[in-house]
Nanobody, 127 residues
Framework: QVQLAESGGGLVQPGGSLRLSCEASPESFDPYTMGWFRQAPGKEREFVSTISSDGRYLYYADSVKGRFTISSANTKNTVIYLQMNILKPEDTAVYYC???????????????????WGQGTQVTVSS
């Protein structure tokens, strides 16, 4: 059983930056592909970004491309980050990290393909 814990959320003004972290435990022998999703009030949870188990492939939703960057602190993907720059009010949401064995780029965009989820961290972009 993998446990995921997000941190780093908060209140930021439009145009500002935040860095979210996600820590996975216990450490898996085979790294998972890790993803970030978000859910805004009254909306469905949506894909934000993923990093493959070997760290070579990074994917982003069109809405965050060029502003957000996903990265990993180690080769095991036990600590991942989401650097969020040029934040907009529409980025306001609860952000979740999740883990999957799915290798398909298309499948990684669907939350139903993720086995483990964190509790989420709130990001609010407002002046």
């Amino acid at each position: 059983q993998v446990q995921l814990a997000e941190s780093g959320g908060g209140l930021v003004q439009p145009g500002g930056s935040l860095r979210l972290s996600c820590e996975a435990s216990p450490e898996s022998f085979d790294p998972y592909t890790m993803g970030w999703f978000r859910q805004a009030p009254g909306k469905e949870r949506e894909f934000v970004s993923t990093i493959s188990s070997d760290g070579r492939y990074l994917y982003y939703a069109d809405s965050v491309k060029g502003r957000f960057t996903i990265s990993s602190a180690n080769t095991k993907n036990t600590v991942i980050y989401l650097q969020m720059n040029i934040l907009k009010p529409e980025d306001t949401a609860v952000y979740y990290c999740a883990a999957t064995r799915t290798q398909s780029r298309t499948a990684q965009r669907r939350e139903s393909n993720y086995e483990y989820w964190g509790q989420g961290t709130q990001v609010t972009v407002s002046s």
